[in-house]
């Protein structure tokens, strides 16, 4: 059969077919673009919260400057993230 077969180790298992769990979620109806978009979209959020305050720790040591910085930081990022993964 035709079809994008990777195969990866999982902590020592056995192999396992990427494209099984493809066609796992498509056959119950899940919308892979919309799970990766998520996903990364996660991530990235998760990533610029956690950045901005360790930026914002070494930036000043007022508690109330740092949770300016962290919430500048989340507003403008959940800007970005909307209107890239808007759909």
Do not use: W
Request: charged share 10%; aromatic share 8%.
């Amino acid at each position: 059969s035709s079809g994008l077969f990777i195969k990866f180790e999982v902590l020592g298992s056995e192999s396992i077919l990427v494209n099984q769990y493809i066609l796992l979620l498509l056959k119950f109806g899940v919308n892979i673009k919309r799970l990766l978009a998520e996903f990364l979209g996660t991530l990235l959020l998760v990533a610029t919260v956690v950045g901005s305050g360790i930026m914002a720790t070494n930036l000043s040591a007022d508690i109330g400057v740092q949770l300016i910085i962290n919430s500048l930081a989340t507003i403008f990022i959940l800007i970005i993230l909307i209107t890239v993964f808007r759909g």
